[in-house]
Each structure stands twice: as structure tokens, then as C-alpha cells.
């Protein structure tokens, strides 16, 4: 009893003590000691590594689910944009390396349907690209889409159907520039006046901007912009040869799985940044979209349309008695391709593990 009291009674001496009891609470309360804190960063680092371990490699995936997801929206707002304008953009790029010095579009043997010969050769025009899908290797078009597609002199009725479709203009890429020799002669100059890269295509540093124009000035010496632009039928003479999709052996099937017939000619141009579908007042897109899956650095990236023009039995798009071509009046948007050349139910496939 006496042993409670006395308890009490000093419990009421500290509560009038109020500074001595604070620094007893304070004392109880202190943080943690440094061994207790390395408990803890260990325990977190524990976690930490079993997710790096659970999602380690899902980056790729990821990437392909952007990808697919973007591919999807591209080929809308292109579907939506020229059924509201009633015409395909104006100024794509053509895939297509080209001599800037040529007054007329070189035929027959001068269209290479391949990668740029090193050093490039002169009055020539050849695939942007496509020696290679690996980092620092060709540059340009990677191997995996340049080898769907056909370098071809396209006749000129299909030309005149791109324009009745509103593309007076096609973008190119300075054929010098575009190989893998980085001698470009410094007196070959771009439209403004400013020289093209003096580097090989492999290791440039922005593939996307390949068709801009090269910046005058000490910019200007990046190992970027290589391009200029040239009218469909320029010269009046024949339509530019371009990649045109190749259909396969049997029954036309690369055409029909992107929506297409059998025996259409569908040409490959590039969504990029010069184009009427970019920045425009009214354009459906601020920038040129990109792919956003996994490409080497030195790959071109930006979307392809795959654009109607005609018809053709054999598929060779020469001449002969009687004509197995058929121009269409005017061009129309068949299909949006990745940079590999997936279409979208065939990225979708890879991106849910369907695809074998």
C-alpha cells in the first residue's frame, strides 16, 4: 500500500515538472539507431532486386505495346485526315537516295533496287538504306523493311495518280550522303546552300531528319540533315522510280494482309516532319510520330503509308501488248507500316506472343 502511495505521489511531483517530463518522452522517443536503418535499406534492396528480377526483360514488350498502340492511332488520324481534306499529304519522304544533280529521274540500270552502292553512284537512285538491321551497319532503312519493298520506275500514269491525290512533291535523301564511304565532295550543296554531311549514313545521329534539308552554317556540318525536294513528274520526263511493297510469289498475300488486292501497286512513303500532315494548321500531328519499339541508333524510325496507285497483273510494271497495268485515277491510303514493316495486326500478334 505504502509501495503505491509512493508511486502516485511521484508521478504527480514529474506532471508538475513539465520540462523534466518532456525530456523523458523525448529521450523514449528518439529515432532510429544506424543499425536499424542499414536493416532497412537492406530489406529495400531485397525488394528492389526481386523486381528487377520479376520484370527484367519486359522492356522489349513494353516497347512493342507502345508501338502497337501508336501504329493504331497513326493510321486513324490518316484515315480521319484525308477523308476530311480529300487528299494524302503533300511532301512525304520517298525512301529513296537519289543524285541531286540529276535535271531528269535516272531509268534502267541507274535504279539500284538495293542499298546504296559505296561510293555512291553517279546519276543513280537507290533503296534509302537496308544493308543491315544492326547498329552502325548501312544506316537508313533497316533490312527488315527495305527488303518488303521493290525499287521501281513507276510508270506515269500511277505518277499522275499521286498528284490527282494531292503529292506534287516527294522528299529524297543526296545519294553521296548516303552510303557508307563519308568522302561526300564539300562542294555539293542542299537547296539552301548548305552543304550535305561529309559522313557516312551510318553514323549519323538523327536517321529521322535524313530528308531535311542540311542547316546552313557550322550546324549544318551534323551529320543529320542530307535531303531536298523534288516534284512526282519532275522534268517532265518519267515518274520517279520509288519502293513499291512487295506483293509475294503467290496470289498477291503481302497485299491482301495489309488490305489490299492482289494485284495493286502499293508505294512506300514516309510520315515525316516536312510533310502536310505535320505542324500544319488543321494537321493531325504536332510531330511526325516514331516507333517506339527497339531499332538500332543509326535506323530510320518514322511510320510508312502504304498508298494505292494502280494496278498490275505481273507485277513488273513494264509496258507490253496488251497493257497489263492499270493507273488509278488517284492514289489512296491502303495501309500504315512500323519502320520493320509490321502492319497492325501483325504487331499486335508479336505483342501478345500469337505470332510464332
Not at 514488350?61 to 502497337?68: E, I, L, M, S, Y
Not at 543491315?132 to 500514269?157: C, H, M, T, W, Y
Not at 498475300?253 to 488543321?282: F, Q, R, T, W
Not at 510520330?289 to 513494264?318: C, E, M, N, W
Request: hydrophobic share 40%; with cysteine.
Amino acid at each position: 500500500m505504502k509501495n503505491t502511495v509512493k508511486s502516485i505521489q511521484e508521478e504527480e511531483i514529474q506532471d508538475k515538472n513539465p520540462g523534466k517530463r518532456a525530456l523523458h518522452v523525448i529521450k523514449n522517443e528518439q529515432g532510429f539507431t544506424l543499425l536499424e536503418m542499414l536493416v532497412v535499406v537492406g530489406i529495400i534492396a531485397v525488394i528492389g532486386g526481386a523486381m528487377i528480377s520479376s520484370f527484367g526483360g519486359q522492356e522489349a514488350k513494353a516497347g512493342r505495346g507502345v508501338a502497337t498502340q501508336t501504329l493504331a492511332g497513326v493510321e486513324s488520324a490518316m484515315r480521319i485526315n484525308v477523308a476530311v481534306n480529300g487528299v494524302l499529304p503533300n511532301n512525304l519522304e520517298s525512301l529513296v537516295c537519289l543524285d541531286s544533280a540529276l535535271a531528269a529521274h535516272p531509268t534502267g540500270a541507274a535504279v539500284i533496287d538495293g542499298p546504296p552502292p559505296s561510293p555512291f553512284t553517279a546519276g543513280a537512285a537507290s533503296k534509302f538504306g537496308g544493308l543491315s538491321d544492326l547498329p552502325g551497319v548501312g544506316g537508313g532503312l533497316g533490312a527488315g523493311i527495305a527488303i518488303k519493298f521493290n525499287l521501281r520506275e513507276i510508270p506515269s500514269g500511277m505518277g499522275t495518280a499521286l498528284i490527282q491525290a494531292g503529292i506534287a512533291s516527294l522528299r529524297y535523301a543526296e545519294g553521296e550522303s548516303c552510303d557508307t564511304d563519308p568522302a561526300t565532295p564539300a562542294a555539293l550543296k542542299g537547296p539552301a546552300g548548305a552543304p550535305f554531311p561529309q559522313a557516312s549514313l551510318a553514323a549519323i545521329d538523327i536517321p529521322n531528319h535524313a530528308f531535311e534539308e542540311p542547316r546552313p552554317g557550322t550546324l549544318g556540318q551534323r551529320n543529320r540533315g542530307r535531303g531536298f525536294a523534288r516534284t512526282v513528274d519532275f522534268a517532265g520526263a518519267t515518274t520517279p522510280a520509288l519502293l513499291v511493297w512487295d506483293r509475294g510469289p503467290v496470289n498477291g498475300y503481302n497485299n491482301v494482309k495489309v488490305g489490299g488486292g492482289p494485284d495493286d501497286v502499293l508505294i512506300g512513303l514516309g510520315l515525316g516532319n516536312a510533310s502536310d500532315a505535320v505542324g500544319d494548321e488543321g494537321a493531325p500531328f504536332a510531330k511526325a510520330p516514331f516507333y517506339g519499339g527497339q531499332l538500332a541508333r543509326d535506323k530510320y524510325s518514322h511510320y510508312v503509308l502504304l498508298v494505292k496507285v494502280g494496278r498490275d497483273i505481273d507485277g513488273d510494271l513494264t509496258t507490253v501488248l496488251p497493257v497489263d497495268h492499270f493507273p488509278a485515277s488517284v492514289a489512296t491510303l491502303v495501309a500504315v507500316v512500323d519502320p520493320r514493316g509490321d502492319f497492325l495486326d501483325e504487331e499486335m500478334a508479336e505483342f501478345t506472343g500469337q505470332k510464332s
